[in-house]
């Protein structure tokens, strides 16, 4: 077999890559739980955090670190994706909402494209 042999053999597994590759246009060496955070959020907009953890079998430490990085700025002050917002939620202050930026509504729109058109 030919090792520089690039035969598409499965276009739908190709549009799932092509997703992966525009989380990594923003950031070349994104965790795989970053982008699944923001896939959830995308479909879930303006959900609770505490609903991403449940649903995903997060810990709350890892899905605020996943969710910070998909911020315009991390915790500790650090440029993020810019493609969430967290807020807190304004009728029980003890959770937090996230929902996607103009930028992230863009980036669920050009995913869409790929796996839909």
């Keep these: 077999m030919d ?4 035969e598409l053999t499965d276009q739908s597994i190709e549009k799932v890559l092509e ?3 525009l989380f990594r246009r923003l950031d070349s060496e994104v965790p795989g739980q970053v982008i699944a955070c923001f896939l959830y959020i995308a479909s879930h907009n303006d959900c609770h955090k505490q609903a991403l953890e449940e649903d995903l079998y997060l810990a709350v430490a890892s ?3 996943s969710t910070d990085y998909l911020k315009k700025t991390n915790r500790l002050g650090q440029k993020g994706l810019d493609l969430i917002k967290k807020e807190v939620d304004p ?3 003890r959770r937090v909402t996230l929902s996607l930026t103009p930028k992230g509504e863009r980036l669920a729109n050009d995913i869409k494209k790929i796996l839909y058109d």
């Design 3 to 6: 090792p520089f042999r690039r």
């Design 19 to 21: 997703v992966i590759e």
């Design 63 to 65: 899905s605020s670190r």
């Design 91 to 93: 009728t029980n202050k």
